[in-house]
């Protein structure tokens, strides 16, 4: 399943680069420049969803525990309701606009720097590890914290350790508890481990995920269920299980966009100098994509569309299917592979890769700097 080569590229000369990257910035350009009410009643549309969807998933957990002969069915479809509304909420609405994608429509509600979303990771540290470090450093070793993140082997350029041999379960907790990952992502709690952070600079760095984290827990683990007075566990594990279901879909989703089989890492010298028709390379090179229907795009916030996001960050992400088409092309007349598969075929490929690099891997041949310097 996995290969030591990526197919169907070819190195580009310096001229193509430069050439490669006006492309892709003309297509910006023209795209932003058609912005306007059907992207602001997308966002709005969307916003509202997450709101009716959580209310009515919390009202059929509340129905489910009061009223014995519906408890079955209306606690399950409140299960599955929250967890929508969580999922879209994560995904398409606070992904999306803590990016700035919809900072142009001037609505309070939807700007990047100011956006707090239904997790507990804070979104100022997501705006620094995510919005910074890994767009400006994708998949680069030792600059993208996504890579060689510590509880994960996923590329045969990590380094190997015994402790990767239980990384199959591990990725199964880190799964379901993936919103805690996030969260504590930015501490860089092996730092602590390993002595070179001390515990007093790692609490001051905690304590606005503690406050956060703490407001999280007491919404969906005290308050709701408390509302349910001697029905509390019933809410509480609905609230526990749509948590998970949020969870382990925004795990399978976010994965799916970087680590499939011909998803390639790069060494930092790749970045020195980098022009900008390198960096769109280097996005391309380190990101894949998802085929599927509209709803599958909705419910992974257009991350299906991980190149065109990569190439994009902060274009609201409802445009990215019609861009995909001529990011399609563009890559084709330079002869680069667009990576993109159906999500079991994609998500097989990130299962292969934890299996696979749980155990001591070669690096493959580093034919990525080459590529990427256009040599």
């Not at 606070?94 to 001037?106: E, R």
């Not at 019933?234 to 499939?260: E, P, S």
């Amino acid at each position: 399943m996995t290969s030591n080569t990526i197919p169907r590229s070819r190195p580009l000369t310096p001229e193509e680069l430069d050439r490669f990257g006006e492309e892709l910035d003309a297509l910006r350009n023209r795209t932003v420049a058609t912005l306007g009410k059907r992207d602001a009643d997308h966002i709005r549309r969307v916003a509202t969803a997450v709101r009716w969807l959580g209310v009515s998933g919390r009202a059929l957990l509340f129905v489910g525990a009061f009223v014995h002969l519906v408890l079955v069915p209306a606690w399950i479809l409140g299960v599955l309701l929250l967890a929508l509304s969580k999922i879209l909420e994560n995904m398409e609405l606070g992904h999306n606009v803590i990016h700035g994608q919809y900072d142009w429509m001037g609505d309070p509600h939807l700007q990047g720097k100011t956006y707090e979303w239904d997790i507990v990771a804070t979104a100022d540290n997501w705006r620094h590890t995510h919005n910074f470090r890994h767009h400006t450093y994708t998949n680069v070793r030792g600059l993208d914290d996504d890579v060689g993140y510590g509880l994960l082997r996923i590329f045969p350029e990590q380094r190997w350790r015994p402790f990767y041999l239980l990384q199959p379960l591990i990725a199964v907790v880190f799964a379901l508890a993936f919103q805690w990952g996030v969260a504590i992502q930015a501490l860089k709690v092996g730092r602590w481990f390993s002595g070179r952070v001390p515990t007093r600079r790692l609490l001051q760095q905690a304590r606005p995920v503690l406050r956060k984290a703490g407001r999280q827990l007491g919404k969906d683990y005290v308050l709701f269920p408390l509302l349910a007075g001697p029905f509390f566990a019933t809410v509480l594990f609905g609230n526990v299980v749509a948590n998970a279901i949020r969870n382990v879909w925004t795990y399978v989703v976010i994965f799916c966009g970087h680590f499939t089989a011909n998803a390639e890492t790069f060494p930092k010298e790749c970045v020195r100098n980098e022009s900008r028709g390198h960096w769109y390379l280097r996005q391309l090179r380190g990101s894949s994509n998802l085929s599927g229907s509209r709803w599958l795009h909705l419910l992974t916030g257009n991350l299906s569309h991980q190149i065109e996001h990569h190439f994009f960050p902060d274009v609201p992400a409802n445009r990215y299917a019609e861009m995909a088409h001529e990011v399609k092309a563009i890559c084709a007349r330079y002869g680069q592979h667009y990576n993109t598969g159906s999500l079991p075929r994609q998500f097989g490929q990130v299962m292969w890769r934890i299996l696979r690099h749980a155990f001591p891997s070669r690096p493959r041949p580093e034919a990525s700097a080459a590529l990427v310097a256009g040599s």
